[in-house]
C-alpha cells in the first residue's frame, strides 16, 4: 500500500516537540562530520600503513583483522545500552561525547607510532603485530563510543519525519565534508604512500607522512566535537529524568536480547549491510579500477575527481531527496534511488579508457548514494518510534549499537569479495608495487574489478530492494503507529 503523505505530514506536525535554530540543526551535523573524517581515513590507510611501511606480513595482518572483528562483535552491542543507562548530570550522550572526544582525537595520532617500525626482522613483525592489534582495537572502542552517541541522539532530538528530514540534509553535507576529508587529506600530505625503495631511511620518511595526518585529523577531531558539543547537542533533560524516576531502563544483555527480537529491525540492518558493502566496495577498488580500467595514471588528480563526481552529486540533491520522500514517502523514496544506483552500475562494463565518461557515470552512481545516506537514519527512525510504542522506552543507543556492529562486517564482506574475485589476477603484485614486476598482464585483473564493481555491487543492491520491499512500517501501518504514538507522548 502507498503512503499517505498527507496524513504523514499532518502527524508530524501535530507533535510539539522543541524548535532547533538552524544554527543547532547545522551544529548537530558535526557529530557526523568528525565520526566519518576520522573512520574513512582510518579505513583508507591502515592496511596500508601496516603492510607497506611497517612491513608487518599478511599472515600477521590476517590474524590481526580477524582478532579486531572479533573485538568489534563485541563492543559495539553493549556500549549501545550502556548509553541508554547512563544517568548524568550532564545527560546521557553528552556524558560520553565530552568523555571521548579527547582520547579520540589523541588515539588518531597513536595510530602511526608503532615502536620499532624501522627494524627489519621477525622479531620488529611480531612486536609491531601486536602493537597493529592493540591500538586498532582501541581505536574502535573509543570511536565507538563517540559514534553511538552522536548517532543516538538524532532520532531523539528530532522526534518526528519533518524534522528529522530537515536536519538530514545538513548532517548528510557534513558527513560528506568528514569523508571527503578523511579520503583528500591524506593523499595531500602523504606522496607516495608507500616507499618507492626498501630502505629503512625511505621507510621512516613515508612514515613520518602518515603521522602528520594523523595530527591533522587529531586537530580537525578537537576542534569538530566542541562545536558539536557546545552548539549541536540538546538533550532533552525532562524526558530523561522521567526515564531515571520510572527505572525502567532494562538492562544491557535485557535490551539486546529484545533489539534481535525485533524483526521490522532485522530487515532493516540486513538492507543497511548491504548498501553499506556497495559504498565500501566503491570506496576500496575505486582507485584500481580508474588505473586498470579507466586507464587513469597513479597519482592524477582524476582518480579523487571520480569520487568527487559521486560525492558533491550525493550532497546537491539531497534536498530533492527530502522532496521525494514527502511527494511518494520515504521508503518508495529509498527503493527508486536504489534502483537508479543498479542502473547507474551496468555502464562499468564498458569504461575502458574513458575517463570522461566514468565521471558523468559517477554522477548518477551519486543519485543512489544520495538516497542511502538521506534515507537511513529516517526509517531507523521509524523503527525507533515503533519500539517506544511497543515498549515506553526510547532505545537508540540499543539500536544504533547493533546497527553499527552489522555495518562492520560490511567490511568484511568486501574484502572476502574482493579476496574471492581478485585471486590469481595481480592483486597482490598491485598492493605492494615496488615488488612488481614489468610486463605483469592485467587483464584477468580489468575482469575481476568489473565483477566487483557492477556483479558484487548489483547484487548487494538488489537485496537492499527487496529487504525495503519487505520493510512493513510504510503507508497504513507507519500511519497508525504515529497516531498510536502521538497520543502515547500527549498522555505522558
Same mark, same amino acid.
Given at each position: ?7 504523514? #505530514?499532518?502527524?508530524?506536525? %501535530? ?17 557526523? !562530520? ?36 572479533? +573485538? ?11 548509553? %541508554? ?22 588515539? *588518531? ?66 558527513t560528506i565534508i568528514g569523508l571527503l576529508i578523511g579520503f583528500v587529506v591524506p593523499t595531500l600530505i602523504i606522496n607516495p604512500m608507500v616507499p618507492e625503495v626498501d630502505t629503512l631511511q625511505a621507510r621512516s620518511e613515508v612514515s613520518n607522512m602518515y603521522l602528520q595526518t594523523g595530527l591533522m585529523i587529531a586537530a580537525f577531531v578537537v576542534l569538530f566535537s566542541v562545536i558539536f558539543f557546545m552548539f549541536g547537542m540538546k538533550e532533552d533533560k525532562k524526558e530523561l529524568q522521567e526515564e531515571i524516576q520510572k527505572e525502567k531502563t532494562p538492562g544491557i544483555f535485557e535490551s539486546l536480547k529484545t533489539t534481535m527480537k525485533n524483526k521490522t529491525f532485522i530487515i532493516f540492518i540486513t538492507a543497511n549491510l548491504f548498501t553499506w558493502t556497495t559504498f565500501k566496495m566503491f570506496t576500496t577498488i575505486l582507485t584500481l579500477y580508474g588505473i586498470h ?16 563526481? &559521486? ?17 511518494? /514517502? ?10 537508479? +544506483?543498479? &542502473? ?13 565518461? &566514468? ?11 544520495? /538516497?542511502? !545516506? ?21 532505545? $537508540? ?6 546497527? &553499527? ?6 567490511? =568484511?564482506?568486501?574484502?572476502?569479495? =574482493?579476496? =574471492? ?26 575482469? /575481476? ?13 538488489? =537485496? ?13 501501518? +507507519?500511519?497508525?503507529? $504515529? ?6 507522548? #500527549? *498522555?505522558?
Amino acid at each position: 500500500m502507498e503512503e499517505n503523505i498527507q496524513t504523514t #505530514r499532518n502527524i508530524a506536525l %501535530d507533535y510539539k516537540q522543541p524548535k532547533h535554530s538552524a544554527k543547532t540543526t547545522m551544529a548537530f551535523g558535526f557529530g557526523a !562530520m568528525t565520526d566519518q573524517m576520522s573512520h574513512q581515513a582510518f579505513q583508507f590507510l591502515i592496511f596500508t600503513y601496516y603492510f607497506a611501511v611497517v612491513g608487518v606480513g599478511v599472515t600477521t595482518l590476517a590474524v590481526s583483522f580477524i582478532i579486531f572483528a572479533i +573485538w568489534d562483535s563485541i563492543n559495539d552491542p553493549l556500549l549501545g545500552p550502556l548509553s %541508554d543507562k547512563t544517568k548524568s548530570k550532564f545527560g546521557r550522550r553528552r556524558f560520553w561525547i565530552i568523555v571521548s572526544f579527547i582520547p579520540f582525537a589523541l588515539i *588518531n595520532i597513536f595510530l602511526f607510532t608503532p615502536p620499532k617500525f624501522w627494524r627489519i626482522g621477525p622479531t620488529s613483525e611480531i612486536v609491531n603485530g601486536i602493537y597493529m592489534v592493540f591500538i586498532i582495537m582501541l581505536y574502535d572502542l573509543i570511536y565507538t563510543i563517540f559514534s553511538i552517541n552522536q548517532l543516538s541522539l538524532f532520532p531523539e532530538m528530532f522526534k518526528n519525519e519533518k524534522a528529522r528530514g530537515r536536519a538530514n540534509k545538513y548532517k548528510n553535507l557534513l558527513t560528506i565534508i568528514g569523508l571527503l576529508i578523511g579520503f583528500v587529506v591524506p593523499t595531500l600530505i602523504i606522496n607516495p604512500m608507500v616507499p618507492e625503495v626498501d630502505t629503512l631511511q625511505a621507510r621512516s620518511e613515508v612514515s613520518n607522512m602518515y603521522l602528520q595526518t594523523g595530527l591533522m585529523i587529531a586537530a580537525f577531531v578537537v576542534l569538530f566535537s566542541v562545536i558539536f558539543f557546545m552548539f549541536g547537542m540538546k538533550e532533552d533533560k525532562k524526558e530523561l529524568q522521567e526515564e531515571i524516576q520510572k527505572e525502567k531502563t532494562p538492562g544491557i544483555f535485557e535490551s539486546l536480547k529484545t533489539t534481535m527480537k525485533n524483526k521490522t529491525f532485522i530487515i532493516f540492518i540486513t538492507a543497511n549491510l548491504f548498501t553499506w558493502t556497495t559504498f565500501k566496495m566503491f570506496t576500496t577498488i575505486l582507485t584500481l579500477y580508474g588505473i586498470h580500467v579507466i586507464g587513469i595514471e597513479s597519482g592524477e588528480m582524476l582518480l579523487t575527481i571520480l569520487l568527487l563526481a &559521486a560525492l558533491l552529486t550525493a550532497a546537491a540533491l539531497f534536498p530533492v531527496m527530502e522532496w521525494l520522500g514527502n511527494k511518494i /514517502g520515504y521508503r518508495n523514496a529509498f527503493m527508486v534511488t536504489e534502483g537508479i +544506483w543498479i &542502473a547507474a552500475l551496468i555502464p562499468f562494463l564498458f569504461l575502458d579508457n574513458r575517463p570522461i565518461a &566514468a565521471v558523468i557515470c559517477m554522477v548518477f552512481v551519486g543519485i543512489g548514494l544520495s /538516497g542511502a !545516506m538521506y534515507f537511513t537514519d529516517i526509517i531507523i527512525g521509524r523503527v525507533i518510534d515503533e519500539d517506544e510504542l511497543n515498549t515506553g522506552l526510547r532505545r $537508540q543507543g540499543s539500536f544504533y549499537g547493533v546497527n &553499527a556492529l552489522i555495518n562492520r562486517y560490511s567490511t =568484511i564482506v568486501v574484502f572476502l569479495s =574482493i579476496a =574471492i574475485v581478485l585471486t590469481g589476477y595481480g592483486f597482490e603484485n598491485y598492493l605492494v608495487p615496488s615488488v612488481a614486476g614489468e610486463g605483469i598482464d592485467y587483464t584477468g585483473l580489468k575482469t /575481476g574489478l568489473k565483477i566487483l564493481m557492477v556483479g558484487v555491487s548489483g547484487v548487494s543492491l538488489l =537485496i537492499v530492494l527487496i529487504l525495503l520491499k519487505l520493510f512493513p512500517l510504510h503507508g497504513e501501518k +507507519w500511519d497508525n503507529v $504515529q497516531k498510536k504514538l502521538l497520543e502515547r507522548r #500527549r *498522555n505522558s
